[in-house]
């Protein structure tokens, strides 16, 4: 994982640039960041907590983020973030098993065939069965799990699937995920602005087409 500096850096723009102007992070928060850098926890999931927090004080109340002064405020939306990639990162929260064997591809695989099995609709067919295919391409013979690039995965697949759907749903998706940021786009750098704009419409799509993930959360994987 990469150095102290850049992982908290990293978090803290990405936060900042949703949360706006005139806003610091608390000692607490860095702690937060710590802690999570200390568990290995990726910045991609951290990243994924913070957007749905926002994504959820805007539904919720219609503030996003003036509803979310510090980073604390996101941390359980970021939690919820990390209970369900812990196939990727279980081992390092003190699990006594992972996805991150043979076996675990098996199982994934076996979730994402009765996901293709019980779909009746073409698209989002298809789209489990892209995430299958992106699934079993990318195990590498050396023994290398795929588990790891999952969240990757499952972007790509969003994408892919974002751009079948027609023009028009299309656009109005796009609309949608820049509602939900607001004026504070005006803020934001070009890279967090596209970034924020897919990761917000990716929780749209989600909600929206009822897509479930292929990984598992705590409770899924211990029943």
Same mark, same amino acid.
């Given at each position: ?6 992982? +908290? ?5 990405? #936060? ?6 005139g806003?610091?992070l608390? @000692?607490m ?5 710590m802690?999570?850098?200390?568990? /290995?926890?990726?910045? /991609? +999931? +951290?990243?994924? =907590? ?5 994504? /959820?004080?805007? @539904? ?6 003036? @509803?979310?002064?510090?980073?604390k ?11 369900? #990639?812990?196939p990727?990162i279980? $081992? ?5 098993? *992972? ?9 994934? +695989? ?7 099995? *019980?779909?009746?609709?073409s698209?989002? $067919? *298809?789209y ?9 391409a ?11 690039? @999952?969240?990757?995965?499952?972007? /790509? ?9 027609p ?14 940021? =607001? ?24 909600? $929206?087409?009822?897509?479930? =993930? #292929? ?9």
């Open positions: 994982m990469e150095n102290n500096s850049n992982y +908290v850096k990293e978090i803290e723009t990405y #936060f900042l640039s949703l949360a706006g102007e806003i610091m608390s @000692s928060d860095y702690g937060l960041i802690d999570w850098k200390n568990k /290995e926890i990726p910045k /991609e +999931v +951290v990243f994924k =907590g913070i957007n749905r927090a926002f994504s /959820e004080a805007k @539904s919720r109340d219609g503030q996003g983020p003036k @509803s979310l002064r510090t980073l405020h996101c941390a359980q939306c970021i939690e919820n973030s990390i209970d369900e #990639f812990r990727v279980g $081992k390092n929260l003190n699990r006594a098993e *992972s996805l991150d064997d043979e076996s675990g591809i098996d199982i994934v +695989v076996e979730r994402l065939n009765n996901y293709i099995k *019980s779909n009746n609709d698209l989002t $067919k *298809s489990y069965m892209n995430m299958k295919e992106k699934l079993l990318s195990i590498d013979i050396s023994g290398n799990n795929v588990l790891s690039q @999952s969240a990757k995965i499952e972007e /790509e697949s969003l994408e892919e699937f974002f751009g079948n759907l023009q028009a749903e299309r656009e109005g998706i796009t609309l949608e995920a820049r509602s939900l940021l =607001g004026s504070r786009a005006r803020h934001m750098t070009k890279t967090a602005l596209e970034e924020s704009l897919i990761s917000f419409r990716n929780e749209i799509l989600s909600k $929206k087409y009822n897509l479930k =993930g #292929f990984l598992f959360s705590a409770e899924e994987y211990s029943g």
